[in-house]
C-alpha cells in the first residue's frame, strides 16, 4: 500500500523568499516550499507521507513575460511516499469515534475508514470496541481528491488488535498451539519417567534381595 511515486511541480519565487539565498540555497528553499505544499495531502498519486519529500532536479528560473509580480519560476522533479489504499487490504487503525452508525478508524493519519454498525449486527466483539482501541478493518472502497486532508475509505471490522500489531484471533491461535505442544511434551515426558520408576524400583528390590542373602550366610 506504501509506495514511491515522482512528481513533477511548478513553483513560484517570491522576492521575499529569495532574500533567504543569503542564509541558504534556492534548492533548500524549493525543497522546503514542496514540502510545506504537498506532504500530508493527498496528490494524484496518494497520500503523501510527511517527510518524505526529496529534491532530485531543477530547472533554471525565469521570470513570465508580462506579468509584473516579480516570481521566479522553477520546474522541478521530486520523490515522495505515498500511501494508496486498494480494496481487500487489511490494515490496523485506532478507533477516534464510535456512534450508532459505526466504528471511524484512523490510521496514520493518512486514511479514515468508516466502518458500518449495520454490517456487524449480532458482533460482540465488534460492540465491546470503544474509542482508543486499535482494531483490524479490511478496506472496500477509497476516494479522494489532490489536496484533500486524508483519504475517505469505507471498511469491514476484522478483529482487536493487541499492543505487538497481532489479532485477537490470531493470539489465541498461538496459545492454542503452544498448549498443544506443552501437552504433547508432557506426553512424551511420561513414558521416560515411568520407565526411571521402574528401574529404581527394580534397584531396590535387588538391594532388599541382597541384604536378605547377606543375612542369610551370616547365619
Known sequence: MESVAFFEKKLNLTPQEFNEIKRTSIDDILLKKAKDSM????????????????????????????????????????????????????????????NKMGLYVNYQN??????????????????NVQVGDMVQVEIKRSKFAVNDQYILSSGIFIDLVDSTGLAHTVVEKLEEEESEEEEESEEEE??????????????????????EEDEEDED
Open 190 to 211: 511420561e513414558p521416560v519417567q515411568q520407565v526411571k520408576e521402574m528401574a529404581e524400583e527394580e534397584d531396590e528390590e535387588e538391594e532388599e534381595d541382597e541384604d
Open 110 to 127: 493518512a486514511i479514515r475508514i468508516q466502518v458500518p454498525r449495520d454490517l456487524h449486527l449480532g458482533n460482540e466483539t465488534f460492540d
Open 39 to 98: 506532504e500530508n495531502k493527498c496528490s494524484e498519486n496518494g497520500f503523501i507521507l510527511p517527510g518524505s519529500i526529496t529534491l532530485h532536479s531543477r530547472s533554471m528560473g525565469y521570470f513570465e513575460a508580462a506579468r509584473f509580480t516579480g516570481d521566479a519560476i522553477y520546474y522541478v522533479k521530486l520523490e515522495g511516499k505515498v500511501i494508496y489504499p486498494v480494496d481487500g487490504i487489511r490494515i490496523n487503525g485506532e478507533v477516534i469515534r464510535k
